[in-house]
């Protein structure tokens, strides 16, 4: 167990809805990373948040965004879903920005 | 642009053979370097790291050691078990592009009885 929490662990959802995944980093960790993984793709760096801002950006869809609250857990919004975004969706965190990164179970999102 | 090259998967190997997962990277600076695990049905797992050139990774059996005159972290272990059936991946955080994880694109191991 990494410490790192996500929910829900699946998510079954309708082209063109919008969903949103949680992430609770690790106690003390101040850095949160979110990534997807699909079977085509690969593992896809989207987006990093450090102490509720934004640090860093990957290959995150406009149709994507996420945020980091105060509690600093954050949320990964997607909308306008579409079937080729059905992928698995981790969340990593680490204690600074550039340390070490511990993930998340994931949540496995179906677009039907 | 900094980035990771992983041997092309899947591996199949018997229990108590020899592994080698190739990783080579590219990259601005210095960047540290590391393993992680991918078991079936879970997320990834960090299972070494280096920060600089020479050192040495280690963790339940597996090694890496930090080539920087060959930009190479290959993966080690002398001898599988069933159980390392996972999906391994190579990453590499380069302070001089802001501490970006850039990962492989894994490689999946098989050990079979």
């Known amino acids: 167990d990494s410490g790192v929490t996500q929910t829900p662990k699946h998510l079954i959802t309708a082209t063109g809805q919008r969903v949103t995944l949680r992430c609770s980093p690790r106690s003390g960790d101040l850095s949160v990373y979110w990534y997807q993984q699909s079977l085509d793709q690969g593992l896809q760096f989207l987006i990093q948040?450090?102490?509720?801002?934004?640090?860093a950006k990957g290959n995150i869809l406009e149709r994507f965004s996420a945020q980091q609250f105060p509690d600093l857990h954050s949320e990964l919004n997607l909308s306008s879903l579409e079937l080729g975004d059905s992928a698995l969706y981790f969340c990593?965190?680490?204690?600074?920005?550039?340390?070490?990164?511990?993930f998340g179970p994931g949540t496995r999102l179906l677009v039907l | 642009g900094d980035s990771v090259t992983q041997m092309e998967g899947p591996v199949t190997l018997s229990e108590e053979a020899f592994l080698t997962i190739n990783c080579t990277y590219t990259a601005t600076g210095y960047p540290s370097l590391f393993w992680y695990v991918q078991y079936p049905g879970e997320g990834l797992q960090l299972l070494l790291k280096?920060?600089?050139?020479?050192d040495k990774g280690s963790n339940k059996g597996f090694e890496a050691t930090y080539r920087k005159e060959t930009t190479s972290f290959h993966l080690e272990k002398g001898s599988v078990q069933v159980s390392d059936s996972a999906v391994y991946f190579c990453a590499l955080s380069d302070h001089a592009t802001g501490n970006q994880f850039y990962f492989g694109t894994g490689t999946s191991l098989t050990v079979i009885p």
């Open positions: 948040y450090y102490n509720g801002e934004e640090r």
């Open positions: 280096a920060t600089k050139a020479d």
């Open positions: 990593a965190s680490s204690v600074v920005a550039a340390g070490t990164q511990y």
